[in-house]
């Protein structure tokens, strides 16, 4: 009973996409990652919360990608550009930003990054008032 069930739809800000059609464009004003829902998320001010508050996303310390927290031991391993990541490892259930064992899967890094103040290294912290779905 523990699948984990992805995000439907949700695009990855490391995987450049493409193709961002506008017009049907985020017509539910939430952030794919966090969850938080804002009707001042239009794209503009999505991309500004992608880029400095999402409490889910992080720079990678290496090349200053933005990565899912939760996906930061795929991005040192497979995708981080810099030099001075190779052999970084990175173990799955484990945050980058303070290195406990957070567990497995993105449900484990929500509560981690979400609940409370959040990640007790992160510069990014979960909004007051903002009832994240866990
Ligand atoms: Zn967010
Ligand atoms: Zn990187
Ligand atoms: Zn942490």
């Known amino acids: 009973m523990s699948t984990a069930s992805a995000a439907p739809g949700g695009p990855s800000v490391a995987g450049g996409q493409a193709n961002e059609t506008e017009g049907d464009w985020n017509l539910d004003f939430t952030c794919v990652f966090c969850e938080e829902v804002n009707p001042e998320f239009v794209q503009q001010r999505l991309d500004e919360h992608y880029w400095r508050e999402c409490p889910c996303l992080c720079a990678c310390a290496y090349c200053s990608e933005v990565v899912e927290v939760a996906n930061m031991h795929t991005h040192l391993k497979l995708e981080c550009k810099s030099p001075q990541a190779k052999g970084v490892q990175l173990p799955a259930d484990t945050c980058v930003m303070c290195r406990a064992k957070v567990g497995l899967g993105e449900a484990a890094f929500r ?9 007790a290294k992160a510069v990014r912290k979960p909004k007051l008032g903002v009832k994240y779905r866990l």
């Open 111 to 119: 509560r981690h990054l979400l609940v409370g103040s959040g990640c």
